[in-house]
Nanobody, 130 residues
C-alpha cells in the first residue's frame, strides 16, 4: 500500500522560500522512479489546483510541468533513492496560502485531472503573510 507523508510547511512572510517534502512508502526505489508524482494545493474555500508534476523517469524522461503562476519560482524534484518528492518554493505570495498535497496514481502517466490520482498525503499547511 502506497503511503505519502508531506512535511515542510509553515507560517512565513511573503517573499521567502520554503521546501516541501513528500516521503513515499510502499514503493521500491525503482517503482518510485517510474511513478507520476504531483503537488496540488487547496486554498481556503477553493477547489484543489495543480501546482507541479513530475512524470516517470523511466518512460517519460521525468517530464515536468508547472502551473503558470509558479513557473520560475517553484521547482519540483525527486530523490529516487530516498523515495522523496520535493517542491522548492521561492518568493512566496500571500495568495499561495494553502494546504499542499502530494499525490500519485497506481498506473499511468501524469495527467492534469486530479481525479486520476488515487494516493494522497494528508497535506502540509503553508501560510504566507503579507
Amino acid at each position: 500500500q502506497v503511503q505519502l507523508v508531506e512535511s515542510g510547511g509553515g507560517s512565513v512572510q511573503g517573499g521567502v522560500s520554503l521546501i516541501l517534502s513528500c516521503a513515499a512508502s510502499g514503493y521500491t526505489s525503482s517503482l518510485f522512479s517510474s511513478a507520476c508524482m504531483v503537488w496540488i494545493l487547496q486554498s481556503p474555500g477553493m477547489a484543489r489546483d495543480g501546482v507541479a508534476l513530475i512524470d516517470s523517469d523511466i518512460d517519460r524522461d521525468g517530464r515536468i510541468r508547472y502551473a503558470d503562476s509558479v513557473k520560475v519560482r517553484f521547482t519540483i524534484s525527486r530523490d529516487n533513492a530516498e523515495k522523496t518528492l520535493y517542491l522548492q518554493m521561492s518568493n512566496l505570495k500571500p495568495e499561495e496560502t494553502a494546504m499542499y498535497y502530494c499525490a500519485t496514481r497506481s498506473t499511468g502517466w501524469c495527467t492534469s485531472d486530479q481525479y486520476d490520482y488515487n494516493y494522497w498525503g494528508q497535506g502540509t499547511q503553508v501560510t504566507v503573510s503579507s
